[in-house]
Nanobody, 124 residues
């Protein structure tokens, strides 16, 4: 397993941008995909995007319509989620996840490791 720590959350006005980071440590010698989910209290955790260990393959939730971009730096241990044109409905806790199976889908049960989450609040 790897350990994941998210950062970069905060308060932003509607229309603004944020970049979230997810740093992986531990068994990073193995290959693993990384993904971002979000959750509003009282609702189910929602898939946003995933990226392969190489960074060459990505998968996005259809509803994002190009507003968010997932990326990964060359050493593979940090993933980012760039969020543009933020809306108040994007307010949630954002979680990073990793899958040693290289899975890049939306089924959260497949992901082996999870971070603690970072709060994103978008004001109107």
């Amino acid at each position: 397993q790897v350990q994941l720590v998210e950062s970069g959350g905060g308060l932003v006005q509607a229309g603004g941008s944020l970049r979230l980071s997810c740093a992986a440590s531990g068994r990073t010698s193995s290959t693993f995909s990384m993904a971002w989910f979000r959750q509003v209290p009282g609702q189910e955790r929602e898939f946003l995007a995933a990226i392969s260990s190489s960074g060459g393959y990505t998968n996005y939730a259809d509803f994002l319509k190009g507003r968010f971009t997932i990326s990964r730096i060359n050493d593979g241990n940090t993933a980012y989620l760039r969020m543009n044109s933020l809306k108040p409905e994007d307010t949630a806790i954002y979680y990073c996840a990793a899958a040693t199976s290289e899975y890049r889908g939306m089924d959260m049960r497949v992901y082996d490791s999870w971070g603690q989450g970072t709060q994103v609040t978008v004001s109107s």
